[in-house]
C-alpha cells in the first residue's frame, strides 16, 4: 500500500491519485518534469525511470509528454540554480521532486535541504505547476554506506514540507524495501535498470493508482 500524505486540494474529496489520474484524463497534465538527481537521470543505464514511466503514461493518456530533468551529483540547492533552465523553461503543468541523497551524502544540514526544496516549490508554484515530492530510494544493504549515511532525515523533512504545504508525497523509500539489493541496484545507491522499472512503478501507482 502506498502511503499519500497531505493532500489539501481546494474542492477535492477525493484521493492524490485520483485527483492526478483525474487532472491526465482531463488534459490537465500535458507536459510532466521529473527534477531530481542521478536516481532520477538514470545513472549508467541505457534509461531512467522517468523514461519508463513516460511509456506508461502515455499509453494510458494520449498527448501527455514527460522530461527527464535529472542530473547526477545534484543536491537542492543545485537544483534550485538550474531551476528555471531545465524546468520552468518546459512550462510543466506537473513536476516530480525528488531529491536527498547527495544532500546526505554531502552532510548538507537538513534545515538547509528543506530551505532548498522550499525554495524550488515556491518558484514552482508561482507558474501554477502542480507539484508532487517523493522521498529517496534506499542504499544497499551490507555496504559501509548504511552504517555511515541514512536518508531518514532528509526523507522526513520532505514528508514534513508535504504536510506542510498540502502535497501529494510518494514514498519510494519504504516501497522500495525489499529491493534494495545486488538484483535491482548496480551500486550502493543506484539502481540498476531492473530496479528503476520498480521505482517507475511505484511512482505509476502513487500519480493514477495503478
Known sequence: MLLFIAISLVGCTDSGSDFLKTGF??????????????????????????????????ARFPGVSI?????SGDTAARGLARLERDVLSLQPDLVLISFGLNDMKNREPVDRFAGAMNGIIAKLEETGSSVVLLTTTLLQRGTGMVARFSPDEYNDAIGKIA?????????????????????????????????YKKVSGIVLEGLVGE
Do not use: C
Not at 67 to 71: D, K, L, M, P, Y
Not at 165 to 188: A, C, S, W
Open 25 to 58: 484524463e482531463s488534459g490537465r497534465y500535458r507536459t510532466v518534469v521529473v527534477f531530481g538527481d542521478s536516481i532520477v537521470q538514470g545513472y549508467q543505464q541505457p534509461e531512467g525511470w522517468p523514461e519508463i514511466l513516460g511509456r506508461e503514461l502515455v
Open 67 to 71: 522530461a527527464n530533468a535529472g542530473v
Open 163 to 195: 504536510r506542510e504545504r498540502g502535497f501529494l508525497l510518494i514514498d519510494v523509500y519504504n516501497e522500495f524495501k525489499g529491493f534494495n539489493t545486488p538484483e535491482y541496484l548496480m551500486d550502493v545507491a543506484h539502481p540498476n535498470l531492473l530496479g
